[in-house]
């Protein structure tokens, strides 16, 4: 077994920014395809890499850079600026979230375009790429799934407890924000939302949540 080839691998992983796929690594490596998944295997069953299944690619990231990549936004912290909030502007926190959602993505995307170009370089459906952001960003507990109808319309389905119930309202608001300006930087077209459905669960603060997206 090649251990400096195994750790290069990992160096690799480490060095990018949301993961890469077998064909990234084998390329940046001048190693063949099959090499690369032999040594992903060993590092999946050593726990150092986990592995993403989006559309027809997989991409592996790290398990080190997985959890820092996490917490990154706290979700307490979240909660509870969430919270707060309410607190100082009541109803109209609704609507600050969502802004906050569409502002806080361009500002990312302009402080750290990095990450942008590297999902460009995926060449991934966008609806594919907001899957791997709310699989990298949402905690483990939250069941978080994206249903690609067509090119143009998808349905992101979360299911878990998010905050308490005022909160959990302003952090779907701000989710849609986020979702709409990601979805439009890349695209260069306007996206709305079709159908939506937000329930909470009897006897604890879980919600199913269900938003349709689409692509005009």
Same mark, same amino acid.
Do not use: W
């Given at each position: %077994?090649?251990?400096?080839?195994?750790?290069?691998?990992?160096?690799?992983?480490?060095?990018?920014?949301?993961?890469?796929?077998?064909?990234?690594?084998?390329?940046?490596?001048?190693?063949?395809?099959?090499?690369?998944?032999?040594?992903?295997?060993?590092?999946?069953?050593?726990?150092?890499?986990?592995?993403?299944?989006?559309?027809?690619?997989?991409?592996?990231?790290?398990?080190?850079?997985?959890?820092?990549?996490?917490?990154?936004?706290?979700?307490?912290?979240?909660?509870?600026?969430?919270?707060?909030?309410?607190?100082?502007?009541?109803?109209?926190?609704?609507?600050?979230?969502?802004?906050?959602?569409?502002?806080?993505?361009?500002?990312?995307?302009?402080?750290?375009?990095?990450?942008?170009? #590297?999902?460009?370089?995926?060449?991934?459906?966008?609806?594919? #790429?907001?899957?791997?952001?709310?699989?990298?960003?949402?905690?483990?507990?939250?069941?978080?799934?994206?249903?690609?109808?067509?090119?143009?319309?998808?349905?992101?389905?979360?299911?878990?407890?998010?905050?308490?119930?005022?909160?959990? %309202?302003?952090?779907?608001?701000?989710?849609?924000?986020?979702?709409?300006?990601?979805?439009?930087? %890349?695209? %260069?077209?306007?996206?709305?939302?079709?159908?939506?459905?937000?329930?909470?669960?009897?006897?604890?603060?879980?919600?199913?949540?269900?938003?349709?997206?689409?692509?005009?």
């Amino acid at each position: %077994m090649d251990v400096s080839l195994k750790q290069r691998i990992l160096d690799v992983l480490n060095n990018s920014n949301i993961g890469l796929t077998v064909s990234e690594i084998a390329r940046s490596l001048g190693i063949s395809r099959p090499t690369v998944y032999k040594y992903l295997s060993e590092l999946k069953a050593e726990g150092k890499i986990k592995e993403f299944s989006v559309g027809a690619y997989r991409i592996y990231v790290p398990i080190n850079k997985f959890e820092s990549t996490r917490r990154l936004i706290s979700k307490k912290l979240l909660c509870a600026l969430a919270h707060a909030a309410v607190e100082v502007f009541g109803e109209e926190s609704i609507n600050i979230g969502y802004r906050l959602g569409v502002t806080l993505v361009k500002s990312f995307f302009t402080l750290y375009g990095v990450h942008e170009k #590297q999902l460009k370089r995926l060449k991934l459906n966008v609806f594919e #790429q907001v899957r791997v952001i709310l699989q990298l960003f949402l905690e483990e507990e939250l069941i978080t799934d994206v249903i690609i109808l067509d090119d143009n319309r998808c349905v992101i389905k979360i299911e878990g407890q998010i905050c308490p119930e005022k909160a959990t %309202m302003i952090i779907i608001q701000f989710l849609k924000g986020a979702i709409k300006k990601f979805v439009e930087l %890349m695209t %260069m077209r306007s996206l709305e939302f079709g159908a939506e459905r937000i329930i909470r669960k009897e006897g604890d603060d879980s919600f199913e949540v269900t938003l349709e997206l689409i692509l005009k």
